[in-house]
């Protein structure tokens, strides 16, 4: 990459637009803007005229919140070369944002802390995929902790309450509002309704105390497989 590059600013807030212009001018100066657009409408006829390498792309315009993501998935397929980064305002609908790396973006940088620095722009303009600002690596880590302690938790509850394969396949069925007869007929069960009313008793005996096992239930049998995370709410899904 050279030094100096072209960019198209998409950005539908007034003075939103003036601030980003101003951080390129003072603090990216090798950056040459050469266009900037606050629809999709007036997006494509300054492509056509001029090809940026990168794009800066707000995710919400003219009310819409999802047309950013139209945006660049147009752009990445008939663009490839074109960096796209996108600077959104768009904290909270983090759907939007893996929607929008789906579709093919190089990063994102959200519209606090920091807003856009040099940085950024130089690590996405260098070829770096996934470029994210710090309130964006904060939302990550902060999900990726989360799911590393929810496996830690469930791979703990297999060996403690001695869950096999055929354990954890009826208590997911049973979280599906699968009935014995049904689950008795999957590939993966081969075990008779008889077999399974005796697992289950088993299964009872096994996930709680003496004093708890009176009148609890299949309803009960699977809310504490999924407090212990011996089921995966997030992954619930049947057998064939």
Known sequence: MENNFSVIIVEDARLELKGT????????????????????????????????????????????????????????????????????????????????????????????????????????????RYVFNQPVLEKITARFREAVMRDAKRRKSLIDYEIDRYDECFLRHLALGYTKEMIAGLRTMPFGVKSLEKRQADLISRLFTEAEQRGTNVTRLVVRAIELNIIDVENLEPDE
């Not at 006829?45 to 940026?52: G, N, R, T």
């Not at 663009?79 to 929008?100: A, C, H, M, Q, R």
Request: with cysteine.
């Open 21 to 128: 212009e101003e951080i390129f001018r003072t603090e990216i100066p090798e950056a040459q803007i050469i266009g900037t657009a606050m629809s999709e409408a007036e997006l494509y006829p300054l492509m056509e005229k001029q090809l940026p390498h990168l794009l800066l792309l707000d995710l919400g315009l003219g009310g819409s919140t999802t047309v950013g993501v139209t945006i660049c998935a147009r752009v990445k397929k008939e663009y490839p070369s074109v960096k796209v980064l996108i600077f959104t305002g768009e904290l909270l609908n983090e759907k939007l944002w893996v929607d929008v790396l789906d579709a093919g973006a190089d990063g994102i940088v959200l519209k606090t802390g920091e807003l856009l620095t040099k940085n950024e722009i130089h690590s996405v303009m260098s070829g770096r």
